[in-house]
């Protein structure tokens, strides 16, 4: 199995970007019903929800090769979540 190319710090931004905006998009209708979890995101569509952020990043990890995901805790506070809140590698 051939590992995938190690992503740019450019297209981790944009993918960053892109999930985030995406996701903000959607925050009104998700806080009806998955407020507290945490939403993991990939090409600016939501994977799943989990209880929490480690959760959510265990299972991109395991579920995306190319490590191309981000994690966001859905709520109407800002959150950073440090390295959870941006795709990670």
Request: charged share 15%; no cysteine; net charge positive.
């Given at each position: 199995m051939v590992k995938p190319a190690r992503p740019t710090r450019e297209s981790?931004?944009?993918?960053?970007d892109r999930n985030y905006e995406a996701f903000n998009k959607q925050l009104p209708e998700?806080?009806?019903?998955h407020q507290g979890q945490f939403a993991l995101l990939?090409?600016?569509e939501i994977q799943g929800?989990?209880?929490s952020a480690r959760e959510a990043a265990q299972h991109g990890e395991r579920t995306f090769d190319d490590g191309l995901f981000s994690v966001q805790e859905v709520t109407d506070e800002a959150v950073d979540l440090g390295w959870f809140s941006h795709?990670?590698?």
């Open positions: 981790i931004q944009a993918a960053v998700l806080l009806k019903a990939r090409n600016e929800f989990f209880p795709v990670s590698y």
